[in-house]
């Protein structure tokens, strides 16, 4: 119902910023919450910022809080995480992911998402 493409990963110094997006078809976007998760290598899968339908309400993991901000564009069918102060613990496989919902609030368990995208290499170097 949802197919999710992502973009935006590459290499990074520690201190530098990346601009991850997420383009969304199928169900119309306005009706999904979205996500990024991120998984390093031996980790488990970890939620990093979610939007609710609206984009009104975010909600983001303390490790990124401050640094990274969630937002989205319905006219674009699109999401995006914007990352700055990069560090090299930041390093994963980033993931977009979408919810259906019914409100305009937002999970964080990946249980809840339902459709994810492709997931982009971020790579931090020292």
């Known amino acids: 119902q949802v197919q999710l493409v992502e973009s935006g990963g590459g290499l990074v110094q520690a201190g530098g910023s990346l601009r991850l997006s997420c383009a969304a078809s199928?169900?119309?976007?306005?009706?999904?919450?979205m996500g990024w998760f991120r998984q390093a290598p031996g980790k488990e899968r970890e939620f990093v910022a979610g939007?609710?339908?609206?984009?009104?309400?975010?909600y983001y993991a303390d490790s990124v809080k401050g640094r990274f901000t969630i937002s989205r564009d319905n006219a674009k069918n699109t999401v995006y995480l914007q990352m700055n102060s990069l560090k090299p613990e930041d390093t994963a496989v980033y993931y977009c992911?979408?919810?259906?919902?019914?409100?305009?609030?937002?999970?964080?368990?990946?249980?809840?998402?339902?459709?994810w995208g492709q997931g982009t290499q971020v790579t931090v170097s020292s």
């Open positions: 939007i609710s339908m609206s984009g009104r309400n975010t």
């Open positions: 992911a979408a919810q259906i919902k019914y409100n305009d609030y937002v999970g964080s368990a990946s249980y809840e998402y339902g459709y």
């Open positions: 199928g169900r119309t976007f306005s009706s999904v919450a």
